[in-house]
């Protein structure tokens, strides 16, 4: 299969949710293996095609399709929301379905057509004891001892939410780097500052482990939606307004339902001569 590639080029797809951009490559049609080199190279904005997260679509016994997701840095995430309504909106496309199941780092996920051009997905319970997040030593995640007392959640990912006066006036690449890598996270952190709009409405922007300053996140808005609630500045029930937009979050009792826009951007063949110089 490699050297299929090697001939014919890499078929894969461009999407974004709120503009948290992905390329998607579908290996049910090219099994081709991800190595951190090809990973980082087509990351690169200026010499390959960029993007926050990768996604592969593989086969799946357990589902319609099962999801591999990588960060720009190469380096494997459990979850990531917005590809997965993303990769959900066209395989129902493909298949005609108004609701599948996808089988992630998470276990087997719900995702559903929300109507108006909406797609929904069921995150998971959040996870919320420091050893499942994962945190470095027994804490409460409610309040992680760290200068802005934020709170951590698990999502399949680690997330650090700090409760801010205005989200907007934080300087998030110095903010956000100087977090991701704090020795309480071993397995480094996702970080957001959010503000309280109203009740049921929260400001969030986000850094992406991996990845830096995006525009969108889904497992940040439901880490945040959980810990706002898990506050009480919030009901269960969220509008989040992000950078590129907004999403609506609903933590039920079978998980943390996540809704909003998807965009399929365009479809392209990565070159043989690209690829010969990272395979």
Not at 191 to 200: F, I, K, M, S, T
């Amino acid at each position: 299969m490699q050297n299929l590639v090697l001939k014919n080029g890499l078929p894969f797809l461009k999407m974004h949710g709120l503009g948290n951009d992905f390329v998607v490559i579908d290996r049910r049609v090219a099994a081709v293996p991800m190595t951190g080199g090809l990973v980082t190279a087509i990351a690169d904005r200026h010499r390959g095609v960029g993007f926050d997260q990768l996604a592969c679509i593989d086969s799946s016994q357990s589902a319609e399709a099962a999801l591999v997701f990588y960060n720009a840095d190469g380096s494997l995430s459990a979850a990531c929301g917005n590809a997965t309504r993303c990769i959900a909106r066209y395989l129902m496309e493909e298949s005609g379905k108004t609701d599948l199941t996808l089988e992630t780092g998470r276990g087997i996920i719900a995702v559903r057509d929300a109507g108006g051009g909406g797609t929904s997905v069921n995150m998971g319970l959040p996870l919320l004891n420091w050893r499942d997040i994962p945190l470095a030593q027994e804490m409460d995640s409610l309040h992680v001892p760290i200068g802005g007392d934020p709170v951590a959640t698990g999502m399949g990912n680690p997330h650090c939410t700090f409760f801010v006066e205005d989200a907007e006036a934080v300087d998030l690449p110095v903010f956000g780097a100087a977090h991701e890598h704090h020795p309480l996270f071993p397995e480094r952190t996702n970080v957001q500052v959010a503000h309280l709009v109203a009740p049921d409405h929260l400001r969030m922007r986000v850094w992406e482990r991996g990845v830096g300053v995006t525009l969108a996140s889904g497992s940040s808005s439901c880490a945040t939606a959980v810990a706002a609630a898990r506050r009480g500045l919030t009901g269960r029930r969220v509008r989040i307004d992000l950078d590129g937009g907004r999403l609506d979050i609903d933590w039920q009792d079978d998980g943390v339902w996540m809704t909003g826009p998807t965009a399929h951007v365009f479809a392209g063949t990565l070159t043989p001569d690209f690829l010969r110089g990272v395979l």
